[in-house]
């Protein structure tokens, strides 16, 4: 694949722009530090494979912190245009999906003490809403290896749009 546009303009950016730009994708510190500490990146894969290792070695902190940037589905923060975006599919879900997921969305926190994290993209809210359902009877051990693997899904689409260099708004 080699370098994108994208790519090229991450790898030169100096230690702070590149560290937000990473925070942008992932608020942990600790992957953005993991991360950053690769540079500079020959194509997307290895910067990919970089976020894989990273997002796998994040302590219970550290993923702690990357679960609390993620609003609940169907309530992206007002400017979080990267979840508006990645939740478009419960956008459009009728009022009453709307108001069971907020439910189980609360449910959900309650049992396991974080907000329910899925790599929403592409998802409609049925789908979603069937992930929740089934997700909030997991153990907690259970739940947090599946957080881990769609938070790492999550980043990898972010950190996709990072080099093709699409703005957020897009």
Known sequence: MGQTPGLTRFNAAGPGAARAALRAVCSAGAWADAVLARRPYADAEALYGASDAATAALDEAGLGEAMAAHPPIGRPEPGDLASAREQRGMAQAPPG???????????????????????????????MLDAIRRRTGNTPEREREIVREELGRINRIRLARLVVGTQEGS
């Open 97 to 127: 999906l709307r108001a069971e997921m907020l439910e189980l969305n609360l449910a959900y926190q309650e049992k396991f003490g974080h907000v329910f994290l899925i790599c929403a993209t592409g998802l409609d809210a049925a789908h």
